[in-house]
């Protein structure tokens, strides 16, 4: 009997540790540009959190430009900007996730009022998309239906501003929108005027615009993307102009800057910084360069003060990182190559935050956008 119950016992912690790790599937979501024209503009992966492995599932077909990706906080809905960089306003397209698969369902879609819609943002509650329209400044803010599609505008914003760098910054250009770690803020990078705009948001009132919170960074650095720190008062700012990440003290909408450090390895006449992540553990940041370097710059935050200290820099091995992504576990990073129309996949030691390629993918058009979920199977 008592053989019995711990062959039973032990086969229970085996099925628990060995097959409860397979209830967990991963999904990697590719946006991209499709020239303008209706074509495959969403590839979905399923990834191997063990091995860094991609094999394809789907692509969503009969998409324009759908450029930028957000997943919703609850995990049932995926938004797109499409028709973005096109003469015409552009939209924000939704799709069901089948968690089961990984596929997609087109849902709606809702226009923005604006051209070039560069950066879409849910709400922690999943309640709200924001979207932040690059050529003509402003933000679009829409409610999601309970099946996930979108009502009309509920609210928009313009802006109008300028800087220094001719034919980028003649005019305020929103490049994106992010929501506070507590859900009470938004921040939106105008990379026309050098600011960093701020909202506060509530369910009720949705977004009001703060411009007693609203600060402008420094002239001719171009904010373009921002990330908060996942349990430090610290957010962090990619300047696509300066090639430069600026790091804040942040507390309830308050934003004071602190220090800027170069995310390129050396020095150019012209920058070209895209995308920032940091680490699921909070102890490194990473930011990708266009250009000049096609590169990953690597630095340690300080856990107690928030100050960066350089690590180094890994080859992007393609050109134009427009986008890269960390996975859920933290182990592993994959950039979107947009030029060179490749997904290249790292190992991420843990320990050092230093990346190794370990994978590629050829053949994806202009890959602008990557996205990951994890969901336990039922």
Not at 94 to 102: L, P, Q
Not at 192 to 218: C, M, P, Q
Not at 348 to 356: E, F, Y
Request: hydrophobic fraction near 30%.
């Amino acid at each position: 009997m008592k053989t019995q119950f711990f062959l039973t016992l032990i086969f229970s912690m085996i099925s628990y540790f060995v097959l409860g790790q397979e209830k967990v599937k991963t999904y990697l979501y590719v946006g991209s540009y499709t020239g303008g024209q209706p074509s495959e503009g969403i590839y979905v992966y399923d990834f191997d959190t063990e091995t860094g492995r991609l094999t394809e599932i789907e692509r969503k077909d009969k998409l324009v430009n759908p450029s930028f990706l957000c997943i919703s906080p609850n995990g049932q809905f995926l938004y797109a900007c499409t028709e973005s960089k096109l003469p015409q306003h552009g939209n924000v397209s939704s799709f069901r996730i089948d968690r089961s698969t990984g596929k997609i369902s087109f849902l709606n879609k809702q226009t923005t009022k604006a051209r070039n819609p560069a950066h879409l943002s849910v709400s922690p509650n999943s309640k709200h998309v924001v979207a932040s329209n690059y050529t003509e400044a402003s933000v679009s803010t829409f409610e999601c239906a309970a099946d996930g599609s979108l009502q009309p505008i509920a609210q928009f914003f313009e802006f109008e501003g300028s800087s220094s760098v001719k034919g980028r910054q003649d005019k305020a250009h929103l490049h994106s929108s992010f929501f506070s770690n507590d859900g009470k803020f938004v921040v939106s990078p105008d990379l026309g005027s050098d600011k960093l705009r701020v909202f506060s948001y509530t369910e009720d009132e949705l977004l009001v615009a703060r411009e007693d919170l609203t600060i402008s960074t420094k002239e001719g650095s171009g904010p373009r993307h921002l990330v908060f720190h996942p349990n430090q008062p610290f957010v962090y700012s990619i300047e696509e102009l300066s090639g430069s990440v600026a790091y804040y003290q942040y507390k309830n909408g308050k934003l004071k800057w602190k220090q800027s450090y170069p995310s390129y390895e050396r020095e150019y006449e012209i920058y070209a910084s895209a995308d920032i992540h940091i680490s699921p553990d909070g102890k490194f940041l990473y930011a990708s360069n266009r250009k000049s370097e096609n590169s990953i710059s690597i630095f340690k935050i300080h856990p107690k003060k928030g100050s960066l200290s350089l690590i180094g820099h890994s080859s992007t091995f393609g050109e134009i990182p427009r986008s890269f992504v960390i996975d859920p576990t933290g182990d592993f990073l994959i950039v979107a190559n947009k030029i060179s129309n490749n997904l290249v996949v790292f190992k991420r030691d843990q320990n050092t935050g230093l990346l190794s390629k370990i994978d590629e993918i050829k053949g994806i058009g202009s890959p602008s956008s990557l996205k990951m979920i994890s969901y336990d199977k039922q």
